[in-house]
């Protein structure tokens, strides 16, 4: 097999979730907070790919075609939400936006 | 036959009552025509009973959840046609005291009384587990709304205690007899085997114990009695609390030996508690229903400690106690509700003086209160009596805390009587207070005339209660 | 015979009914007659049964049972009624002295406002002594115990507008409901080991207890008897009871309600007998009640309160002749007492009604002018109770000394507390006698002018009066002694208390003699006014205050019961009962408010929460792996 071992891989892998899971909790602008949800939702592919490619199964590569999809959906419902909160002149700001509070 | 129509007939009337536009005086008039009905349908049924006979009597058995063999059983022990008795007697009073005064909305109000008396009935008389406990439900719910809609000021707080006590205990009541019908493969009474559980014991017991009530499970009462209006104070002291005690016979000591006698000595110590702490508190009340409330209590104790006594003596006079005590009782609430209405309070520190100008108020109020002490010669005592001579062969000391009871009982009972009828005219008993008119009368002198009947004649109903009046056998040999 | 029982117990209870039920439709003094009536019937009852059981001959008496009135199990009371030497005895007494009582009344109680309530209560009384004294088993004795107790307190509250009416009548009830209490646990004790109530089951089986047994028995009636009797320690509640009108004291706190103990001691003699310790407390009991009684009658200031003292000390005596076992001899004190006493209520009564309601002696001087046949009567009555040959109570009184003398050496102290007492007697009859109608210095009181009264209170005064001269002549003993040998079939007379011929005289000459030096010390105080009251201060006060009993009851029993009373009130029903509820419900929202906090509202805390969940689940599925 050329190039790094499946462990390095990982290691990106698990250093760009991190950085996602990071800026979900940390960053305030909800922008911000979907562009750190798809480092995130990347990082898990590239585990995924990673993984199929060590393990010469295709379902890993698929699986990461499916994640794309979700993730380009996703992002779709949270944009579209982002674009509602703006237009109605509140604060894009998640620590703001917290009425759904019991 | 007899037994069903006691308990659906008013109920009947009720749907009646609720569905047609009918006016206030024909509502009311219907309403207090069915409640004679009954105690007519009542009176033929104790005619025809036979005391000597064991067993079952008027029963009737229908299929309702086959899966789970549970029926619809109703029938009559003797016992049990005194209380039911009890109940239609009181009813008809209740209801007709409805009727004179004039509440509004009488169409629900009436249904509701209505519907009441068919469900207490019901539960005096249901032999099937889960029967019982549907009856015992439905019997709480017209009485939420009586004290809700038409009681005094402090009505909701008082509803929502009261619910949240009676529907604690419900619960575990319904867990305790899931329980004892799983086990024994039936929620029959009469069929059912005895069980030995604690635990469904003490399911049963604190459902029952928080109905009658028992010391300290008593916390709805003084509020509830307070705040609700005086006939439905009446039924609530004269009735429904005997449904606890009438529970604790038929169910937790008939159907669970073992336990009973494991835990007599606790229940022996709350009933006299009950008792002695409810003599101390009516000593110390400052209204006339707050007398008669706690005196409630102590009466339930009583009755407690005749039942767990577990002798002859016990038995017959806690069921002769149940019925002369909830008749006075009633009595007495009634009589408070007339005094309220002719000077709006029944509070101590105002009233005083209305003996003077109301002969009438004044003999009834005297009768009933000094029955009510059980004075030597009336029928509560010969209860009273019977209950602890008969708890004195269990251990001497009960009778002794009975005995001190007795004294008690003359104190705070006199007080109240004085206070409201003797010394210095209060400050709102004023001219137009005017003496029971006519209408009062025709209520009240009849529950007098039978304490009287049974102070006369006590051993009317202590010695037919139980077939051939040997009630420990009776309830060893579970009725049967 | 028993017929006449019947009708001598329900009688007066008809007459109630009647004039319950009748209310306004009868004339007020139609009530007067109605009970009157009533009572005078019962009397006939009382005299057919008397002479019926002479003619019968029956030892033991006869009980005649009309239905089972309470029945348990194996345990049976029937509604009885028990025809006896001593009950026909006390049924004559109590319905002939009631009958002139309630004659009486009519003319007292004219023009009161409520006078049918009153003829009501009286008839209601003279019913509920009648069952005490006939009741055929002990749960109906118990039945007229606590019925006569409630007549006491209907009517020494009568006059309920008057707060001190109202407090006597609840003191006296109240106490009265004490023995009450103690009567039904020896009931309680009899049941458990004999299982009956009845007459013949009891007395048979009393010798055959145990000793601790058989004591508390007769320890829990001795209760009841001290209880209705007013004696020493439960007599608090006699002198507040004159607060009644007069004839309700001369009827029920004279003649026969305070009465009722002696008889029951005389109609449970077997079961006293076989506890002997008890029935020597109780002649005990009544030699210092006799003592103590007889000490504060001469401070007292009010006619009636000498005059309740006065009853209490001369139960005093009956106890003691109870006590030592001469029941006859208790029983025709009961007797002669009845007379005596009740005519010098009545005479009192006379006195009271022609001052208008005055009762203080201190303004009464010298109303011997304004009212002589009163003045005579009360002489009479007082001559009796000091017990001065011909009069009866010197028959009846002497015989007691008598009785005690021969009975050990304790008996020897009961007697000389006896002549003590008749000393003390002595003195306060007289003292009252004189101050009230003797010589005065001032001018007569103000009376309202209409002489003595009206015929119906005056004839039965008159035969009192008669009464008082002669009813004792029935008995002498030991010449003469036909009521002993009447009762002997129901209370024979102990041999320890049947004294000789010696004692019997030393105790008559003694008597006599002690009687006449405390009249002859009246005369000096009071009569003739040569010395003045001696002045004990500390005595005086003590006697003022009635030994201070009023005083340690209130704080031994009245305070205490009201203190734990509150303390039950604000600190366990307020405090935690009632609060139980509320604390459940405010447990809940508690609970909730906190479960509430969770739900921020901020998505972080939700990734968070979402992020560590799902580890912790992975970590756990991997370990369960």
Known sequence: MLGPGVAWYLGVSAFLFSIGALGVLLRRNPLIVLLSLEIMLNGANLALIAFSRHAGNGAGQ??????????????????????????????????????LRG | MITTV??????????????????????????????????????????????????????????????LHVSYHVGVYGFSLWLVGLTVIAMAACTSYGFWVGRDRPRAYFGLMLFLTGATVGVFVAQDLLLFYAFFEAMLIPLYILVGVWGGPGRLGATIKFFIYTAAGSLLMLAALIAYGLHAGTFDLVDGAPSFSRWIFLGFMLAFVIKAPLFPFHGWLPETYREAPPEVTAVLSGVIAKAGTYGM?????????????????????????????????????????????????????LIALGLFSGTNLGYDGAVLQMVAHGLVSTALFLLAGTVERRTTTDQFALLGGMAKGRPALATLLMTCGIISLAVPGSANFAGEFLILAGVFQRAWWWAAIGAGAIVLAAMYMLRAISAVLHQARGSVVTEEALDLRLGELSLIVPLVAGLLFLSAWPAGVSHHSFAGDQPVQSVKGQFR | MTAGAWLCLFAPLAGTLVITLGGARIPRDGAGWISTTSVFVAFAGAAWSFFGLRAHGSENGVVSTAWTWLQGGNFKVGLSVFVDPLSTMMMLIVSGVGGLIVLYSIGYMDGDDEERRYFAYMSLFVFSMLLLVEGGNLLLLLAGWGMVGLSSYLLIGFWHERESAVAAAKKAFVMNAFGDATMALALFILIVHTGSLSFASAFSNAPLLSSTTVNFVALG???????????????????????????????????TMVTAGVYLIARTHAIFEAARTIELIAAGTGALTLLMAGLIALVQTDIKRVIAYSTMSQIGYMFLGAGVGAYANGMFHLM??????????????????????????????????????????????????????????????????????????????????????????????FRLYFIVFGRSDGPAPHTHGHGEGPRTMLLPVGILSVLAVIGGWIQFSPFWHPLTNWLEPAARTLGVAEPTNAQEAIASIAAVVLGLAGIGVAWALYG?????????????????????????????????????????????????????????????FDAGRGVRRLQTGLLRTYVFFLGTGMAVLAIVFLLAK
């Open chain 3, 336 to 429: 002669t007492h009845a007379f005596f006493k009740a005519l010098l209520f009545m005479a009192a009564g006379i006195v009271i009604h022609a001052l208008s309601g005055e009762q203080d002696i201190r303004k009464m001087r010298g109303m011997a002018q304004a009212l002589p046949w009163t003045r005579w009567a009360f002489l009479a009555g007082s001559l009796a109770l000091v017990g001065l040959p011909p009069f009866s109570g010197f028959f009846s009184k002497d015989s007691i000394i008598a009785a005690a003398l021969h009975d050990h050496w304790y008996g020897v102290i009961l007697a000389v507390a006896a002549l003590a007492g008749a000393f003390l007697t002595g003195l306060y009859t």
């Open chain 2, 6 to 67: 006691l308990i659906w007939l008013p109920i009947a009337a009720a749907i009646v009552v609720w569905v047609l536009p009918l006016s206030r005086y024909a509502t009311g008039s219907l309403a207090v025509l069915v409640s004679l009905a009954e105690v007519g349908v009542w009176i033929e049924q104790a005619f025809r009973f036979d005391f000597s006979k064991h067993g079952l009597q008027f029963s009737q058995r229908g299929g309702w959840i086959n899966d």
């Open chain 2, 249 to 301: 016979l038929r169910i937790a000591i008939t159907k669970l030996p073992e336990p009973t006698s494991y835990y007599r000595t606790l229940i022996l110590a709350l009933a006299a508690a009950a008792l002695v702490y409810g003599s101390l508190l009516a000593f110390r009340a400052p209204d006339l229903r707050g007398v008669v409330a706690y005196s409630s209590l102590a009466q339930s104790g």
């Open chain 3, 221 to 255: 009636l001795l209760g009841g008897a001290v209880a209705k009797s007013a004696q020493f320690p439960l007599h608090t509640w006699l002198p507040d009871a004159m607060e009644g009108p007069t004839p309700v004291s001369a009827l029920i706190h004279a003649a």
């Open chain 3, 528 to 588: 003739a006014r040569r010395r003045s009251v001696p002045r004990l201060q500390l005595l005086q006060r003590a006697l003022e205050h009635k030994f201070y009993f009023d005083e340690l009851y209130d704080a031994l029993f009245y305070k205490p019961a009201a203190a734990i009373a509150n303390l039950s009130r604000r600190d366990v029903e307020e405090g935690f009962v009632l609060a139980a509820g509320p604390d459940i419900g405010e447990t809940a």
């Open chain 1, 62 to 99: 698929i699986f990461a075609l499916a994640v794309m999809a979700v993730a380009a959906s996703e992002v779709c419902v949270g944009l579209g939400l982002v674009v509602a909160i703006h237009r109605r002149r509140l604060e894009l700001d998640v620590d703001r936006l917290s009425e």
